[in-house]
């Protein structure tokens, strides 16, 4: 706040003016507050100065929100400050209610029409180009159906709506479907002009998923600010030379690995290698379908040496071996019907990929490694019957040979329940 002192004079010194005015004259000090200086000016608490301001649409929607919502900080436009995005769940209404900063605000990306962007608690964007979009899927009813697709472009604070596709389509092919644009009729060659070029042409590896999914749950003011102090960080590009990847421990590089600054190998049954890392996935995220947790450190190809473990809710274990400056990885998960995990029988480590979640059968397959992540040992245990139906007769096997229900029990306790 600018402080204007105004000099209030007792009287004015006049030619001729008596010995006893000339007195030393009080000065007083008035605070004169100018229109755009209505406050005092706050101190930033954050190296990113949008988070001040994203700390106030957070806290308001957070007193709108009965069970809280999801928040996630991304980079939309090209500009130096984070975009926020706001999801209160996952339904097929729900969409991210976007802000970005410009001037020293939190500017609201709302537009007529668009209070909020996005469907089932998703939407896509290409960082810092300024695209996002997202599709919605309008009334079914008997006869046919109605989708949408919308894409927008945000560029100095401003959002344009590049598109508004809609095509209604009907099952009986004697009734042609409808294609429009901004609420006004078009061609199909149109639709599918504008549809390639503002999704199509958009399709890459930068083309991100932003779900209700992926972001910071936040159902209180103390998660607020961890929110806002967890992403005050920029992040800092890590390069390591040869050497220095040579010279780390097994920690220091799967630590790496995790952290992105780091490439790791994949080799195949037929002994080829491919390179291998973990984009796609994020570390203790709340996506089931690409969150991966850090398990404890497991032998599992008998070498006497630790291998390294990231879990996958939804596919099992991650295997990776670390050491001479190279990260490979042994074993992973390859599907609902290849879960994967380890076990200890015969003195030794296996791991197993198991089908336990599909009718009619339940079936392990498990392969024993040497230090020089070969192969050298395989078995499989399982039992399945003829139409997939739980409550029919079940064949029991044993390294593909029929056994008894007897005896696949004992070796499923054999190694399994150890």
């Not at 668009?114 to 309008?138: I, K, M, R």
């Not at 850090?294 to 939804?314: A, C, K, R």
């Not at 089908?355 to 079936?363: I, N, P, Q, V």
Request: negative net charge.
């Amino acid at each position: 706040m600018k402080k204007i002192i105004v000099l209030a004079l007792a009287a004015m010194m006049l030619m001729g003016c008596k010995k006893e005015e000339s007195e030393p004259i009080e000065m007083k000090e008035e605070v004169v507050t100018e229109a755009n200086e209505d406050a005092v000016e706050k101190e930033s608490r954050y190296a990113h100065e949008e988070l001040d301001a994203y700390s106030e649409v957070l806290s308001e929607h957070l007193k709108d929100t009965k069970d809280g919502f999801s928040a996630t900080l991304i980079n939309i436009d090209d500009d130096d400050y984070y975009e926020l995005a706001m999801f209160d769940g996952d339904a097929k209404a729900d969409g991210a209610y976007l802000y970005t900063y410009k001037d020293g605000e939190a500017i609201d990306m709302a537009t007529d029409g668009f209070p909020f962007y996005g469907s089932y608690g998703q939407l896509n964007y290409v960082p810092n180009s300024g695209y996002f979009s997202y599709d919605y899927d309008g009334a079914s009813v008997d006869d046919g159906g109605d989708f949408m697709f919308f894409a927008f472009s945000l560029k100095d604070g401003k959002v344009e709506n590049l598109c508004s596709l809609e095509r209604v389509f009907y099952y009986d092919d004697s009734i042609a479907d409808v294609f429009s644009n901004n609420n006004k009729e078009i061609s199909e060659s149109e639709y599918n002009e504008l549809y390639q070029k503002y999704w199509y042409d958009y399709i890459s590896d930068d083309l991100k998923d932003l779900s209700y999914y992926n972001g910071y749950m936040i159902t209180s003011e103390d998660e607020i600010e961890a929110f806002l102090s967890e992403n005050d960080v920029d992040e800092i590009e890590v390069s390591y030379s040869d050497e220095d990847i040579k010279a780390m421990s097994p920690d220091e590089l799967f630590e790496a690995f995790c952290n992105g600054d780091v490439e790791g190998q994949y080799i195949d049954e037929n002994g080829d290698s491919y390179p291998y890392n973990l984009d796609g996935y994020e570390i203790d995220g709340y996506d089931v379908n690409n969150s991966l947790t850090v398990g404890e450190p497991v032998d599992v190809d008998n070498d006497g040496e630790l291998e390294y473990e990231l879990i996958s809710p939804m596919y099992g274990s991650m295997f990776f071996d670390c050491k001479d400056g190279t990260v490979t990885l042994i074993a992973q998960g390859e599907g609902t019907a290849a879960i994967c995990s380890c076990t200890t029988y015969d003195g030794a480590t296996w791991i197993v990929h198991r089908d336990t979640t599909h009718a009619g059968r339940r079936m392990y397959f498990l392969d024993k490694y040497n230090g020089d992540l070969q192969i050298v040992d395989s078995i499989n245990l399982y039992w399945e019957t003829e139409d997939y139906n739980e409550d029919s007769p079940k064949t029991y096997y044993f390294n593909d040979q029929v056994i008894t229900e007897e005896e696949y029990n004992s070796y499923y306790q054999a190694i399994f329940e150890y």
